[in-house]
C-alpha cells in the first residue's frame, strides 16, 4: 500500500519511507492511500490471539512494504520485552456493566505514549535499511514533559539513531525533570532550556529549516527527524490497541461479537482519537467517537461548530499533555472528510495558519457530526470525577482520564445513549500524584516521593515502578543552555 501527504496527494511513497521522512515537504502529513478493512471473521480470528498476534495482523495490513518477519521483530521488540507490566500492553479493566478502562500506561514511562514510542523506534531502524539510509538518524524533540521520557525510553540504544530532548528548564513537574534527568542509553542527550516550551519548540522547528545547519551535519554523516505524532510510524500503532480492547471485551463475553461499543478519549493532539476513527473504519464495531478537552477546548468546539479557532486564550490546566490549542492530526481527519481533496486540505491549513482559523463547508460539519461527540471539563469538574470514581469503584483515574470520564457522564445524560462504553485511560495517576491527592482532598504539601507513598497507601494502587526506582537513579544530565545557545549543542552531539 502507497502512501500520499494530505496536501500533495500525486506523489507516493512507501510506508518505510513515509515514516523515516516523518512529515512532507510542502507541510502536509503522509496517510495511507486506503484504509484497509477488518472483517467481523477476522476480527473474531484476532480475539483468539494475544496483544503481540493483534499487533503483527493490524500493522501487516498498513506496512506492506515490510515482511512478515521485520513486523513480528519490531512488535517482539516492543511489547514483549518486560517494558510493560506482565507484557500486558493494554489491559481492560471492567469499571461496571457497561463502563471499561482502557489502561494504556503499563511501560516504561507510566504514560500512553509509550504504547507507540515503544515501537516506532524499531519500525524506524527496519525502514532505514530498507531505504537504504546510512546516515545517523539523530531525533530532536521538544517536550513539555511526557513524549520526551517516552522518546528517550524508546530510541534508546537503538542503532543508527541518536536522540536529543529539549525541555524547558522551569516548565515540567519534579517527576518529568528527574525521569529526563537519570535516562540512561549511549545515545541520549538531554537539555533543559532557560525558556519555555515554545521557546523549545520554535528553536527545534527553526533547526528543522536550517538549510546550513542541515549540509554542516551531513558532512557529520548525521540527518535530523522527529519523534512526534505526526510521524505515520506514531500513528499506526496506536490503532492496534482498538481493535485488541474490542477483542478482550468479546473475548471475556462482556459485550456480544459485533456489539457496538462507544469510545471516549482524552484529546490533545487528536492522535489517540484519531486512530480509534481509523478502527472504527477498518471495521471494529466502534459507534461514537467523543473526545474529551480540558478548558483548552478548541476541539469541543470545532467537533460542535465545524469552526477552529485557536484564537484564544491558553490555559495551564492540570491535565498539562492536553494543553494544546493546534491538534495537529486533525489535518488527517480532515483528509478524509474532504474526500480526500489535498487542494481543499491545504486551503483550510492555510486558513489557519494565516487567520488561526477555519470553517467547514456544510457537508463536512455533517461528516464531522455523524462521527463524533465533544465536550470539555474545567480543572475542578475533573478533579470531582476523580474523587467521585474512587469512592464509588475505588478505581484511581489520573486528571487526564479524569476529564474524559467527566466528559462520558455528561454524554450519557445529555443524549440518553446507553451503548457500552471504552473509557481510555492515559496515564497512571502516580505521573500527576499531586494533582490526584489534592482531587481526592489530601493536601499533598509533601516531597514528590513521599507524595507517591501517600498515593500509593490511600489507593491501595501500586506505585509503578518507572516512578518509584528514580530515587535510586544516577543524575545524568545537568546542563543547561539557553536558546541562542542550543544550536551548538545539537552540533556537538551529533559529532560525538
Ligand atoms: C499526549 C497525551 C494526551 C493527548 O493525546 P493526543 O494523542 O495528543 O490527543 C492525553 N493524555 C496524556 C496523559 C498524554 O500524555
Known amino acids: 500500500m502507497n502512501y500520499e501527504s494530505t496536501r500533495a496527494k500525486s506523489e507516493k511513497l512507501s510506508s518505510a519511507q513515509a515514516i523515516v521522512k516523518g512529515l512532507s515537504p510542502e507541510g502536509g502529513l503522509f496517510v495511507p492511500e486506503n484504509i484497509p478493512q477488518l472483517t467481523l471473521d477476522e476480527l473474531k480470528n484476532l480475539c483468539t490471539l494475544d496483544y503481540h498476534g493483534r499487533a503483527v495482523a493490524v500493522l501487516g495490513k498498513f506496512l506492506t512494504d515490510f515482511t512478515a518477519d521485520e513486523i513480528e521483530t519490531a512488535v517482539k521488540n516492543a511489547y514483549q520485552n518486560e517494558k510493560f507490566k506482565d507484557n500486558i500492553p493494554a489491559p481492560v479493566t471492567v469499571l461496571s456493566a457497561d463502563t471499561f478502562i482502557l489502561e494504556l500506561w503499563q511501560g516504561p514511562t507510566a504514560a500512553f ?50 536522540i536529543m530532548v529539549f525541555y524547558p528548564k522551569d516548565g515540567v513537574s519534579a517527576m518529568q525533570k528527574l525521569q529526563m534527568a537519570t535516562q540512561e542509553g549511549a545515545n541520549v542527550n538531554v537539555m533543559a532550556v532557560e ?33 512526534n505524532s505526526i510521524n505515520w510510524g506514531r500513528l499506526v500503532p496506536q490503532i492496534v490497541y482498538y481493535v485488541s480492547a474490542y477483542c478482550d471485551l468479546a473475548a471475556e463475553e462482556k459485550i456480544a461479537m459485533g456489539e457496538t461499543i462507544n469510545v471516549v478519549v482524552p484529546t490533545g493532539n487528536f492522535g489517540n482519537i484519531l486512530a480509534a476513527y481509523y478502527a472504527k473504519i477498518m471495521g471494529v464495531p466502534i459507534g461514537k467517537l467523543i473526545s474529551a478537552s480540558n478548558q483548552n477546548n478548541v476541539l469541543a468546539d470545532f467537533i460542535k461548530t465545524g469552526i477552529y479557532d485557536r484564537r484564544r486564550t ?9 494543553d494544546i490549542l493546534i491538534s495537529s492530526n486533525l489535518e488527517r481527519f480532515l483528509y478524509e472528510i474532504c474526500m480526500r481533496d489535498d487542494s481543499r486540505v491545504k486551503e483550510l491549513m492555510e486558513s489557519l495558519a494565516a487567520e488561526e482559523f477555519y ?39 489520573d486528571t487526564h482520564t479524569a476529564v474524559a470520564y467527566k466528559i ?41 516521593f513521599v507524595k507517591l507513598e501517600l498515593l500509593a497507601e490511600k489507593s491501595g494502587a501500586e506505585i509503578p515502578d518507572s516512578l518509584g526506582l528514580l530515587k535510586q537513579k544516577e543524575v545524568k544530565f545537568k546542563e543547561s543552555c539557553t536558546v541562542a545557545e542550543a544550536k551548538q549543542k545539537v552540533m556537538d552531539f551529533a559529532k560525538k
Open 113 to 162: 505514549k509509550d504504547m507507540a514510542l515503544q515501537i516506532m523506534p524499531h519500525l524506524m531502524q527496519i525502514s532505514r535499511a530498507k531505504i537504504g539510509e546510512n546516515a545517523t538518524t539523530l531525533i530532536l524533540v521538544a517536550t513539555s514533559g511526557d513524549t520526551g521520557k517516552a522518546a528517550l525510553e524508546g530510541f534508546k540504544d537503538v542503532e543508527g539513531i541518536k
Open 195 to 227: 525558556g519555555n516550551f515554545d521557546d523549545c519548540q520554535s528553536k527545534v522547528k527553526e533547526i528543522f529549516a536550517d538549510k546550513a545547519m542541515a549540509e554542516e551535519l551531513l558532512e557529520a554523516d548525521v540527518k535530523l527527524s522527529s519523534a
Open 314 to 322: 491558553f490555559y495551564k490546566t492540570t491535565s498539562p499533555s492536553m
Open 359 to 397: 470553517k467547514l463547508s456544510k457537508p463536512e460539519f455533517e461528516k464531522v457530526k455523524a462521527l463524533f461527540e465533544a465536550g470539555y471539563a474545567t480543572d475542578e469538574e475533573a478533579a470531582q470525577t476523580l474523587k467521585k470514581v474512587f469512592d464509588e469503584y475505588s478505581y484511581l483515574l
Open 408 to 448: 462520558y457522564e455528561d454524554y450519557k445524560k445529555s443524549s440518553g445513549d446507553s451503548t457500552k462504553t471504552l473509557v481510555v485511560s492515559t496515564a497512571s495517576p502516580f505521573k500527576f500524584a499531586a494533582d490526584v491527592l489534592d482531587a481526592l482532598g489530601e493536601n499533598a504539601a509533601e516531597e514528590d
